[in-house]
Each structure stands twice: as structure tokens, then as C-alpha cells.
């Protein structure tokens, strides 16, 4: 079965543009969230969607948004790119929205580099 | 907000040594921990878990980790690494709703 998968894996983007990254969660899944990786640093929340509605936000400012579709995959977006975004990107997929038992499951992330 | 610290940033050990990665939580009502690997060029993977029960869990690869709740710790162990250990190791707090992460910790296996 498929994991996980993102795209695109690798892209550079001037300051002040706008950049979508996709996101195909696992088969069945229907919960995806949204995790900042900046280097040397772990991971961090952005968004978590569930059955298309949002179910949590993390401490990232109106830039940031996304959408989940009908086929559970998902869109994050940024708007008005700055330098400190340059990160990779991280969505993680799980078969329910909540409850301790759910393990999520990541993709290999896109790299964004913000020029 | 729950939230774990890692002390360890980068760690260098010789093949067959045994390790050992500091994970410290803060309390906040139910517990839920785990530890993920991330490997050169790899997406994060799941060690292990710890939810409720026995406090020593087992891995993959050889991985355990032990909650001691009088500690607030959650310290990964391997009794003997290997090369192919080499990655980033991150504990992590929270739920499929919401993860919280550590700073991660660098581990470099040499031959």
C-alpha cells in the first residue's frame, strides 16, 4: 500500500510569493495534519484536518491555511513568503481524528526554500 | 500544553556500543508518548509507543524505551547499535490530533 505522499519534494520560491504543497494521505486515512520542520529542529503543528473540517491550529500566523477535499488529500498553503519559511514540510496521515490509539503515519515532506 | 525536551543534541558512539537518549516530559494529565526516527533523506518513522501498561516498550530494530513516571522520562535504549542507526531520533508527546516534538537528538554511529 501507498504511504503517504507529498508533493512537490523540492521547490524554491521568491520572498512575497505564495506556494501550495499536495498531500495524499494513506488509503482509508481521514484525518491529515501539517507539521514545520525547520532545520535542526523537530517538527511543528500547523493544522490538522479531519472529515474536511479543521480540527486544530497551531501557532502560525493567517499565512498559513489549508483545505482537506472530499478524497481526504489536502492542501497547505502560504501566502506572502518570508525568508523564515524556508522549511520542510511534513504531512502525517491517520485513520481517525483523535484518540490516543491512532498512530499517524508521515510523508517524506517538501522541501521549501524561500529565496 | 504537554510538552518533552531531549538534552542529548548529537551523539557519537562506535558500533556495537549501547545507547541511551534522554526524553523528559511535562505532566499533564493522560500521558502519551512516543519516539520517531528520522534516517538520511527519509520521512519520519515510528519506533514505538507508550500509552497505558507495562512502562517497557518495544520496538522495531532492537528499540526500547521505558516510562518512569516518577522521573517524567521516556529515555530510548538500544544494547548494542549499528551503523545503520545513524539518524535523528525525536520524542514526542500528544495525540493523532496533535504532536508535539522535541529538539531531536543526532546520533552518529561510526565503524
Known amino acids: 500500500d501507498a504511504g503517504v505522499t507529498q508533493s512537490p519534494t523540492h521547490l524554491i520560491k521568491t520572498r512575497g510569493q505564495q506556494v501550495t504543497l499536495r498531500c495524499s494521505p494513506i488509503s482509508g486515512h481521514k484525518s491529515v495534519s501539517w507539521y514545520q520542520q525547520v532545520l535542526g529542529q523537530g517538527p511543528q503543528f500547523i493544522f490538522q484536518y479531519y472529515e474536511k473540517e479543521e480540527r486544530g491550529r497551531g501557532n502560525f500566523p493567517d499565512r498559513f491555511s489549508a483545505r482537506q477535499f472530499p478524497n481526504y488529500s489536502s492542501e497547505l498553503n502560504v501566502n506572502a513568503l518570508l525568508l523564515g519559511d524556508s522549511a520542510l514540510y511534513l504531512c502525517?496521515?491517520?485513520?481517525?481524528?483523535?484518540?490516543?490509539?491512532?498512530?499517524?503515519?508521515f510523508g517524506e515532506g517538501s522541501w521549501l526554500t524561500v529565496v | 500544553a504537554q510538552s518533552v525536551s531531549q538534552h542529548n543534541h548529537h551523539v557519537i558512539l562506535s558500533e556495537a556500543a549501547s545507547l541511551e537518549l534522554g526524553c523528559n516530559y511535562s505532566y499533564g494529565g493522560t500521558v502519551n508518548l512516543f519516539w520517531y526516527v528520522q534516517y538520511p533523506g527519509q520521512h519520519l518513522q515510528l519506533l514505538l509507543k507508550?500509552?497505558?501498561?507495562?512502562?517497557l516498550v518495544k520496538g522495531i530494530k532492537g528499540f526500547e524505551a521505558e516510562f518512569i513516571k516518577s522521573k517524567f522520562s521516556f529515555n530510548l535504549r538500544k544494547p548494542s547499535v549499528q551503523w545503520s542507526d545513524t539518524a535523528e531520533y525525536f520524542c514526542?508527546?500528544?495525540?493523532?490530533?496533535?504532536?508535539?516534538f522535541g529538539t531531536g537528538t543526532r546520533l552518529q554511529v561510526t565503524l
Open positions: 502525517a496521515s491517520s485513520p481517525q481524528g483523535t484518540g490516543s490509539g491512532n498512530t499517524i503515519y
Open positions: 507508550y500509552f497505558s501498561g507495562d512502562p
Open positions: 514526542a508527546t500528544g495525540t493523532a490530533s496533535k504532536l508535539t
